[in-house]
Every structure is written in structure tokens, then in C-alpha cells.
Nanobody, 123 residues
Framework: QVQLVESGGGLVQPGGSLRLSCAAS????????IGWFRQAPGKEREGVSC????????YYADSVKGRFTISRDNAKNTVYLQMNSLKVEDTAVYYC????????????????WGQGAQVTVSS
């Protein structure tokens, strides 16, 4: 069963931190580029961050630069998104996705998607 499963979401106060995990099963992440996307209520799904399958190159949306960090642990078949200094506007459902094609935030190129993890930033 090919599957991506996010975990680590929850409720956090502004300024707090969360770490999302994206664990793969049924396939190996070594050769996949991984993206994190989010969808807030009433908004389109947007790319947040991605990491390459080869050299670990990363991309961050301007809205999260300096606050979020994407990383991967191929030995654990897992990708992480460390989210610091969280803001209310970060509230969204966060999805991880995998593509063998290239490092991209174009969601059409992604083959596999997780079920989503709710992140709520509120006082």
C-alpha cells in the first residue's frame, strides 16, 4: 500500500512551534522530491516548502522563510517540517506530497499525497 501519513499537527499559540512528520510506506522516499502544501479555510492550496531527492536543496515560500525548515531522513523514510514562530495565518491543513520528477511546488506533478494534518494557531 503506497501511502504518506502526516503527523504532529495540533493547536498551538502564536509564537509557538510544531514539527510535522511525513512518513512513507509502500515506497522509498530516496528518489522522490517532497513538498509541503497547506490549505487554509477559503483559500487555494499553496506550496509551503519542498526538498530535492538528490542534494537536499530546499525551497520556501516567502511567507515562511526564516520560520520553517524542511528536512528529510531517508533512513526513516520520513520528511519533516519544523515550524517555528507560528502565526495565526499559518492555520491550515498541511499536506505532504512526493514526486520523482523534480523539486517543485506545482501540485500537478505530485503522485502521492498524505491525508493532511490540521495546524491551528490561536490564542
Amino acid at each position: 500500500q503506497v501511502q504518506l501519513v502526516e503527523s504532529g499537527g495540533g493547536l498551538v499559540q502564536p509564537g509557538g512551534s510544531l514539527r510535522l512528520s511525513c512518513a512513507a510506506s509502500g515506497f522509498t522516499l530516496d528518489y522522490y522530491n517532497i513538498g509541503w502544501f497547506r490549505q487554509a479555510p477559503g483559500k487555494e492550496r499553496e506550496g509551503v516548502s519542498c526538498i530535492s531527492s538528490t542534494d537536499g536543496s530546499t525551497y520556501y515560500a516567502d511567507s515562511v522563510k526564516g520560520r520553517f525548515t524542511i528536512s528529510r531522513d531517508n533512513a526513516k523514510n520520513t520528511v519533516y517540517l519544523q515550524m517555528n514562530s507560528l502565526k495565526v495565518e499559518d492555520t491550515a491543513v498541511y499536506y505532504c506530497a512526493a514526486t520523482p520528477v523534480t523539486m517543485t511546488v506545482s501540485r500537478r506533478l505530485y503522485d502521492y499525497w498524505g491525508q493532511g494534518a490540521q495546524v491551528t494557531v490561536s490564542s
